[in-house]
């Protein structure tokens, strides 16, 4: 009996000691850059008050946005599936879930879900108040 109530005295402290640690985020830069995904220089619009926004596309399966640009720099980030950027020259890339790029403003380019799931991702813009839409589609 004494043994049985030491064992839980004892599993009892150390379950609260391991709760009263403190525990630290882990913090991970998932992409970071000075350069687009083909390489080219960004910068930011200069003109207006500063602002971010933080958006999620869901991409169903055969999906495509086609040629367009972006008025402003972003990071993208694939939160599942897979999609295919395909640039006006014809080169292309295939980014998965886990893989993070960055457009350069004014880079045509085409996005297709070629996976055989819908692909999910969140993207970064940085721009300024009044910036129009987010997406401007090649005429």
Known sequence: MIRSLTTVILSTFLFCTAYAKSEKP????????????????????????????????????????PMHTHP????????????????????RTIYKAGDSFIEAPNSPHKVTNT???PAILHGVFVTVEGHGPLTIFEK
């Open 115 to 117: 996976g055989k799931r």
């Open 72 to 91: 402003s720099p972003v990071i993208v980030h694939i939160i599942a599936g897979e999609l295919t950027s395909e640039r006006a020259n014809g080169d």
């Open 26 to 65: 882990i913090i991970t830069v998932l992409h970071a850059g000075t350069m687009s995904s083909a390489g080219e220089e960004f910068s930011y619009p200069k003109d207006g008050k500063a602002k971010l926004i933080l958006a999620q596309a869901i991409f169903p399966v055969g999906a495509v946005i």
